[in-house]
Nanobody, 125 residues
């Protein structure tokens, strides 16, 4: 599967932004999906994940209650709705696909098989 992320930009602290990731390939619904981010000088970190059906989600503590991950298997899209953003949310955001067939949502970047190119989110204070 190939992934293409978009929707990044400049937003003020407290504002909202919606990231999207479009996928190609016929097996989109067989992958769990995740969002990761990488701030300058830092390691890439887990943000959120969603199961193949979209029923189950999991969030990093730093974004829980502010961000929402969703997916549309018919349109082969995954979204990250970012609300009440903070300057520390500034990073390049990546969507990723996990071919793991188990039910557990995974958070390790090495566990994801396919990656999009990243989209930059800048939050001004």
């Amino acid at each position: 599967v190939q992934l293409q992320a978009c929707g990044g930009g400049l937003v003020q602290a407290g504002g909202s932004l919606r990231l999207s990731c479009a996928a190609s390939g016929r097996t989109f619904s067989s992958y769990a999906l995740g969002w990761f981010r990488q701030a300058p000088g830092k390691e890439r970190e887990f943000v959120a994940a969603i199961s193949r059906s979209g029923v189950n989600t999991y969030y990093a503590d730093s974004v829980k209650g502010r961000f929402t991950i969703s997916r549309d298997n018919g349109k082969k899209m995954v979204h990250l709705q970012m609300n009440r953003v903070k300057p520390e949310d500034t990073a390049v955001y990546y969507c990723a696909a996990d071919a793991f067939v188990g039910t557990r949502l995974r958070v390790g970047r090495s566990e994801y098989d396919y990656w999009g190119q990243g989209t930059l989110v800048t939050v001004s204070s």
